[in-house]
């Protein structure tokens, strides 16, 4: 079935350094890709997405582009801050489009 | 606030107990979800509603799990005799029709099996 794969965590930053989460995805089909970051005692948010191959959706300074040929989506930001920090979510509308398959989640802590 | 809201925040339950657990959705919004998320895990999709008709079920949902949505507007989640390994964070989110509408989630319901 649909599945993501997503870089272990925790990622550990200081602030303004470079920040790539790798997702990887499998899937039947040509499913729309999402980025979700979800802050401390809040609940999930939609960051980006991109819905066709070589789309690149981007949002706050991170971006991610579609790439259908190493089935990849992964997210990057140049400069990291300590705001960033938070658990990020990799995701894929299943084959029927209704509903979101995530991966496991990656932590992102940045430091001052 | 016109986001998800989800009640109650947190239930701590004795095992063998039945629980229900609410959500409001972005009035709007005719799709509803619901999700579970255990510790370190992404959410895993149970089950999600088109208006007041329950469309599809994951495997995940045993029969002492139940869902309803009357009305299409609120949704209600029921688990009957709970087991400790429910315990885990339920999440309800909604979104209009459409491949590539947003989704907006809830805070979640925490729910403990002890």
């Known amino acids: 079935g649909d599945s993501v794969t997503q870089m272990e965590g925790p990622v550990t930053l200081s602030e303004e350094a470079f920040l790539t989460i790798n997702c990887t995805y499998t899937?039947?089909?040509?499913?729309?890709l999402f980025w979700y970051v979800q802050y401390p005692g809040e609940g999930l948010q939609l960051l980006l997405k991109?819905?066709?191959?070589?789309d690149k959706g981007s949002n706050k300074g991170f971006e991610a582009t579609y790439r259908k040929e190493t089935t990849s989506f992964h997210l990057e930001k140049g400069s990291v801050q300590v705001s960033d920090s938070a658990v990020y979510f990799c995701a894929l509308t299943n084959q029927a489009g209704t509903a979101l398959i995530f991966g496991k989640g990656t932590t992102l802590s940045v430091s001052s | 606030d016109t986001g998800v809201s989800q009640n109650p925040r947190h239930k701590i339950t004795k095992r063998g107990q039945n629980v229900t657990f609410r959500c409001d959705p972005i009035s709007e919004h005719n799709r509803l979800y619901w999700y579970r998320q255990t510790l370190g895990q992404g959410p895993e999709f149970l089950t999600y509603?088109?208006?007041?008709?329950?469309?599809?079920k994951s495997r995940l949902l045993s029969d002492r799990f139940s869902a309803e949505r009357p009305k299409g507007s609120f949704s209600t989640l029921e688990i009957q005799r709970t087991e400790q390994g429910d315990s885990a964070m339920y999440l309800c989110?909604?979104?209009?029709?459409?491949?590539?509408?947003?989704?907006?989630f809830g805070q979640g319901t925490r729910l403990t099996v002890v």
């Open positions: 899937a039947t089909g040509y499913p729309s």
């Open positions: 509603f088109q208006n007041e008709a329950q469309l599809e």
């Open positions: 991109a819905t066709k191959a070589d």
């Open positions: 989110a909604s979104r209009n029709t459409g491949m590539n509408t947003e989704a907006f």
